[in-house]
């Protein structure tokens, strides 16, 4: 039997926004525009500054005086400067959402709208749009291979409303997604050994395994730059490392069992890959971020006892999450 939590939140309950921000001043007037534009009254912005030099707190401070401004010494990474956000926060749903985006008005009223009605839900997922071609899906939230290999549902696809239809998903991608402040009460925060990239998927799967389920919410709609605030060769390693961990702490034993074949072929693919592209830098980052990530393995297995231990549902309700190819 699969046990999903049942929660009913407070009327109307408070949305806080997290915006994590590393020198992306010449981001945030349209991200925060945006954010002055929404429609859902209950609304808190906060701004995590990872320690930017240029200008940052200053343009917030002086143009965004209601956004709270939460400025951090040092760069603590997406994952470090969400968490600082959501601790800080004092709304019931948290939403996690990318500087360079811009929220189409009723952004967070929909991803309130979904929590509010699908009590099993811990997380809603937004429709992310490209920026400079809107005609064009990011993502419609974040699917997960059999194979173990992660990936944003529709990416690069012309959106002709394939993704317009709402419903239980694996999880949302951490750019611009809703979480249930109770399930992150549960199952704690995003893992900060990750710094950037596929902290979200750990995150998806950590939720999962205890019951919490995620509602993609197509009228949820932000437009993404998609590649300011990572690339290159730079989120070639955190993938290569980050994809690695999740398998180590996340993926079921039973599946393991079952896929560890296709788990070891697509890793191997990846491998490869990169080794025909050895002159490119982006490729050799992506071995670099391979071999980190096996030299991670114990760490991540210690937390993978803790983590299996607080599983409440069955292996066939997550494999019928799973997708039979990253494609």
Same mark, same amino acid.
């Given at each position: 039997?699969?046990?999903?939590?049942?929660?009913?939140?407070?009327?109307?309950?408070?949305?806080?926004?997290?915006?994590?921000?590393?020198?992306?001043?010449?981001?945030?007037?349209?991200?925060l525009d945006a954010l002055r534009?929404?429609?859902?009254?209950?609304?808190?912005?906060?701004?995590?500054?990872?320690g930017s030099s240029d200008g940052s707190q200053r343009l917030i401070e002086e143009q965004y005086p209601e956004v709270r401004l939460l400025a951090l010494e040092r760069n603590l990474g997406l994952t470090g400067g969400n968490n600082a956000g959501f601790r800080a926060a004092q709304g019931e749903i948290l939403i996690s959402l990318n500087n360079d985006t811009e929220a189409d008005p009723r952004f967070v009223e929909a991803l309130v709208e979904a929590l509010r009605s699908q009590p099993q839900a811990g997380m809603a997922a937004a429709k992310m749009l490209l920026f400079d071609r809107r005609d064009h899906i990011h993502s419609a939230?974040?699917?997960?291979?059999?194979?173990?290999?992660?990936?944003?549902?529709?990416?690069?696809?012309?959106?002709?409303?394939?993704?317009?239809?709402?419903?239980?998903?694996?999880?949302?991608?951490? @750019?611009?997604? /809703?979480?249930? *402040?109770?399930?992150?009460?549960?199952? $704690?925060?995003?893992?900060?050994?990750?710094?950037?990239?596929c902290e979200d998927v750990d995150l998806n799967w950590r939720a999962q395994l205890t019951g919490w389920r995620c509602w993609y919410t197509p009228q949820a709609v932000v437009y993404h730059k998609l590649s300011a605030t990572g690339g290159g060769p730079l989120a070639s390693f955190y993938t290569g490392r980050n994809t690695l961990w999740v398998l180590a702490k996340d993926y079921p034993g039973g599946l393991w069992r079952k896929h560890w074949r296709r788990v070891l072929r697509a890793q191997w693919a990846v491998s490869r890959e990169?080794?025909?592209?050895?002159? @490119?830098?982006? /490729?050799?980052? *992506?071995?670099?971020?391979?071999?980190? $990530?096996l030299l991670g393995w114990p760490r991540m297995l210690r937390k993978r006892r803790l983590i299996q231990a607080g599983r409440r549902v069955p292996d066939e309700y997550l494999e019928s999450l799973l997708s039979d190819s990253s494609a």
């Open positions: 039997m699969t046990n999903f939590p049942i929660y009913q939140p407070t009327n109307p309950p408070t949305a806080s926004v997290i915006i994590p921000n590393w020198n992306g001043a010449h981001h945030l007037p349209v991200c534009a929404q429609t859902y009254p209950h609304l808190e912005v906060i701004v995590v500054d990872n939230g974040d699917g997960y291979g059999l194979d173990g290999i992660p990936f944003n549902r529709g990416v690069w696809q012309r959106d002709e409303g394939q993704f317009d239809e709402a419903g239980w998903i694996f999880g949302g991608c951490g @750019g611009a997604v /809703a979480y249930r *402040r109770a399930m992150l009460d549960e199952i $704690g925060l995003f893992d900060e050994d990750f710094f950037m990239y990169a080794l025909r592209a050895w002159r @490119g830098e982006a /490729a050799r980052a *992506r071995l670099r971020g391979q071999i980190a $990530g």
